[in-house]
């Protein structure tokens, strides 16, 4: 072999291991975007991280997540949102209303996998569940529809008492609806309901002062991304300050509340996050139906309740699908 042409060759090989780099295929990247705080989200993380390894994305090896946390400040996120679309990511997780809602408005191309406890068709992000026709899907639960069924339960807890309060971010979009609903059943229930507001953790002393004062006997709580974000503040609250409450979430009850009955949290995380896989691997969001998930589950507290002084009925003990003693 001639020395120019052993040269040349040698200059070759040198080259191979930087072209091979140059075609690693790109690491693909999800922007999480969620109203909650990064320490209150640690159980549901886990189950969002399951949706995309079970198609076989995990988190440091072959996908990687730029978290975006609200903190609870709502206002934040359009901001949160258009800075995840400047950095191109793959596609956007929004975890709750106002967060899918600023996803929405900050692109129209990126794929988006949300998680909401509303109906997506009323609130304008998708043409129908099974045919969302734009780069929106995702999971969606039981929240609304299912909060009057909330009072009613309380109710049965609390025959007595003839006064009750809701609480609601009003700052959430399905706020005017929820008071709607729940005031519609409150008439039908023969019960006066008072609404309280609550956007920010300073809103909780007022809140609970309004209680004492108007004399309710028990207190439903909406489903909000905020409040979520507080349920172990909230159980707290309402067990110093004795007040039967209900809330959406199971991890509500578990963390002293006296009573949830909604959907499975966990298990919309997992979904989504299973969509979220899904989109990496190519599937368009305008082809994937809106998942519904329709199982509730009606948690009840009895140490709570001994706690309250309150006797659960025994036809209600037994409907629950779980019973913490």
Same mark, same amino acid.
């Given at each position: 072999?001639?020395?120019?042409e052993f040269i040349?060759?040698?200059?070759?090989?040198?080259?191979?291991?930087?072209?091979?780099?140059?075609?690693?295929?790109k690491?693909?990247?999800?922007?999480?975007?969620?109203?909650?705080t990064?320490?209150?989200?640690?159980?549901?993380?886990?189950?969002?991280? =399951?949706?995309?390894?079970?198609?076989?994305?995990?988190?440091?090896? +072959?996908?990687?997540i730029?978290?975006?946390w609200?903190?609870?400040?709502?206002?934040?996120?359009?901001?949160?949102? $258009?800075?995840?679309?400047?950095? =191109? @990511?793959?596609?956007?997780?929004?975890?709750?209303?106002?967060?899918?809602?600023? !996803?929405?408005?900050?692109? !129209?191309?990126?794929?988006?996998?949300?998680?909401?406890?509303?109906?997506?068709v009323?609130?304008?992000?998708?043409?129908?569940? +099974?045919?969302?026709?734009?780069n929106?899907?995702?999971?969606?639960?039981?929240?609304?529809?299912?909060?009057?069924?909330?009072l *009613?339960?309380?109710?049965?807890v @609390?025959?007595?008492?003839?006064?009750?309060?809701?609480?609601? +971010?009003?700052?959430n979009?399905?706020?005017?609806?929820?008071?709607?609903?729940?005031? $519609? $059943?409150?008439?039908?229930?023969?019960l006066?309901l008072?609404?309280?507001?609550?956007?920010?953790?300073?809103d909780?002393?007022?809140?609970?002062?309004?209680?004492l004062? #108007?004399?309710a006997?028990?207190?439903v709580?909406?489903?909000?991304?905020?409040?979520?974000?507080?349920?172990? =503040?909230?159980?707290a609250?309402?067990?110093?300050? !004795?007040?039967?409450?209900?809330?959406q979430?199971?991890?509500?009850?578990? $963390?002293?509340?006296?009573?949830?009955y909604?959907?499975?949290?966990?298990d919309?995380?997992?979904?989504?996050g299973?969509?979220t896989?899904?989109i990496?691997?190519? *599937?368009?969001?305008?082809?994937?139906?809106?998942?519904?998930?329709?199982?509730?589950?009606?948690?009840? +507290?009895?140490?709570?309740?001994?706690a309250?002084?309150?006797?659960?009925?025994?036809?209600? #003990?037994?409907?629950?699908?779980?019973?913490?003693?």
């Open positions: 072999m001639r020395r120019r040349s060759l040698l200059g070759g090989a040198a080259v191979w291991p930087l072209a091979a780099h140059a075609q690693q295929p690491v693909p990247v999800i922007g999480f975007l969620s109203a909650e990064v320490n209150s989200s640690e159980g549901r993380l886990r189950a969002f991280r =399951q949706g995309p390894s079970e198609t076989g994305y995990v988190e440091g090896r +072959n996908v990687t730029e978290y975006r609200a903190d609870d400040q709502y206002d934040r996120f359009p901001a949160l949102a $258009a800075d995840l679309v400047r950095r =191109q @990511v793959t596609v956007i997780t929004a975890i709750g209303n106002n967060a899918m809602l600023a !996803a929405k408005s900050a692109t !129209a191309t990126l794929p988006i996998a949300f998680f909401t406890g509303s109906d997506p009323q609130l304008g992000l998708v043409a129908s569940l +099974n045919r969302p026709g734009s929106l899907t995702g999971v969606t639960t039981l929240g609304v529809e299912i909060g009057p069924k909330r *009613e339960l309380l109710h049965a @609390v025959p007595a008492a003839g006064i009750l309060a809701l609480l609601v +971010n009003p700052t979009p399905i706020a005017e609806t929820q008071t709607r609903d729940h005031q $519609a $059943a409150a008439r039908t229930l023969g006066q008072h609404v309280l507001h609550a956007r920010a953790d300073r909780f002393d007022t809140v609970f002062a309004a209680l004062q #108007l004399r006997g028990g207190l709580i909406g489903p909000d991304g905020f409040l979520l974000s507080r349920r172990e =503040q909230l159980a609250l309402t067990a110093r300050h !004795a007040v039967p409450t209900i809330f979430y199971r991890e509500f009850a578990a $963390a002293g509340g006296l009573m949830s909604g959907s499975s949290i966990t919309a995380d997992r979904q989504v299973l969509y896989g899904r990496l691997k190519g *599937e368009r969001p305008a082809d994937l139906p809106v998942q519904q998930s329709t199982k509730v589950e009606l948690i009840i +507290n009895l140490k709570t309740a001994k309250l002084g309150i006797t659960v009925p025994l036809p209600l #003990l037994g409907r629950a699908d779980e019973v913490i003693e």
